[in-house]
């Protein structure tokens, strides 16, 4: 088959992705950023094996290891007393058991990774300051319509987020459901808090209606912190929505004193509050010769920590799948991707609920936690996107 013309809509880490998936198997991408740069809010980010076997498969080993921090294991907490509920190994031990490792890097970091290595691959173009505004499409191309040009292709991939331009043009403007929780993600300069205070652990307390969890981004620099309460009467979908700090840390009140002291000693600049919303999974992405990837069809709640490895995932079958007819193609990538990505937008549900129980309920939790979360975290990672795109299973 010759060599495609893609489109993609969004420059964040699932069309950044995708281009360079695409770009490897030779096909020419030029990638629509509506943004005046490649900029990601401050904030971090999980990557687990099965999103890295991806990014690794795109030689970007060296750069994220040069700029994440490897976490020895995850850890579940008390809210209260602080008491270790269960916990797991990550590590070497996650590449044994998985094959490849597990990071905690800062998003701007992830995206200047992804960035530098478009830039070095003559078939990809990333066009900022590049908002979409629409597209057509028949049998032979798509056009589409930017700040700055017309533009034609053989595919367009809609990776422009939560609010979705590309969504909303194939199939209108949808109304998500607010799930009661607000969260707040803030970072905290390590060398602000007593050495030892915080573990090299991704590590979640758990406590009645709300949970925390931080772990150290940019080699140990950093801590990032997010904290999820179930409040009422704030519900804006932002990432880049101020927070106020004494409101932040009112919602923790009574929580152990680790959590006190990072709320306290946190950057006030990194500080921002945003309402979660719950999405139904799709039951169409795309028409024709346009498909949608990542938080464009299937934003999760954050409590999998498996948002962005969904789209990274997404990215690698898409360009596995463009080995044929592009209207056979994409129907093949949303066959391929949609039972897995449901299962963890509704895992992600659960978890809201599980994360946040209280009393008789969160002993029996509790009790179960270790097993549990070893069989998910099994599940997920071994997951194998590069040969899933080789395929002819639904998946």
């Not at 800062?106 to 990333?126: E, F, G, K, S």
């Not at 949808?174 to 970072?187: I, Q």
């Not at 346009?290 to 990215?315: R, S």
């Not at 391929?336 to 992600?348: C, D, I």
Request: aromatic share 8%; charged share 25%.
């Amino acid at each position: 088959m010759r060599p495609l013309k893609a489109l993609v809509a969004g420059g964040g880490i699932g069309g950044l992705t995708a281009a360079l998936c695409l770009a490897k198997r030779g096909h020419d991408v030029t990638v629509f950023e509506q943004a005046r740069g490649f900029d990601e809010v401050g904030a971090g980010i999980q990557l687990s094996p099965n999103c890295t076997r991806v990014l690794h498969d795109l030689g970007l080993e060296g750069p994220l290891r040069a700029t994440a921090f490897l976490p020895q294991g995850v850890q579940f907490r008390d809210w209260r007393d602080g008491r270790v509920i269960a916990q797991s190994a990550l590590d070497a031990d996650a590449v044994r058991r998985f094959g490849f490792p597990y990071y905690h890097i800062h998003r701007a970091d992830l995206l200047r990774v992804l960035v530098d290595a478009a830039l070095t691959r003559p078939n990809i173009a990333l066009l900022r300051d590049a908002e979409v505004r629409r597209f057509d499409q028949d049998a032979a191309q798509v056009r589409l319509t930017a700040v700055g040009g017309d533009y034609d292709g053989d595919v367009l991939v809609g990776a422009d987020g939560i609010h979705s331009t590309v969504r909303s043009r194939l199939w209108g403007d949808e109304r998500p459901r607010f799930n009661g929780c607000v969260a707040w993600r803030a970072l905290v300069p390590a060398d602000r808090l007593p050495q030892g205070l915080i573990r090299p652990m991704a590590t979640a307390w758990w406590g009645p209606g709300g949970h925390f969890v931080h772990y150290f981004v940019r080699g140990g620099e950093l801590v990032n912190c997010v904290g999820v309460v179930e409040k009422a009467g704030w519900e804006v979908e932002s990432w880049t929505e101020r927070g106020d700090h004494a409101e932040f840390a009112a919602d923790f009140v009574g929580w152990h004193d680790d959590i006190r002291r990072l709320i306290d000693n946190l950057d006030r600049d990194s500080l921002f509050k945003w309402a979660l919303h719950d999405r139904e999974p799709m039951p169409r992405w795309g028409e024709g010769r346009v498909t949608l990837l990542g938080d464009a069809c299937h934003p999760t709640l954050p409590f999998m920590a498996q948002g962005a490895a969904m789209a990274i995932e997404d990215a690698a079958v898409l360009a596995a799948c463009c080995d044929q007819d592009v209207a056979a193609a994409l129907q093949r990538y949303e066959g391929l991707r949609r039972r897995r990505t449901a299962h963890v937008q509704h895992g992600s549900r659960r978890n809201a609920t599980v994360f946040h129980l209280g009393g008789f309920r969160a002993w029996l939790r509790n009790r179960v936690a270790g097993r549990v979360a070893a069989r998910t975290s099994d599940g997920l990672y071994r997951y194998n996107a590069l040969e899933a795109g080789q395929s002819r299973r639904d998946g």
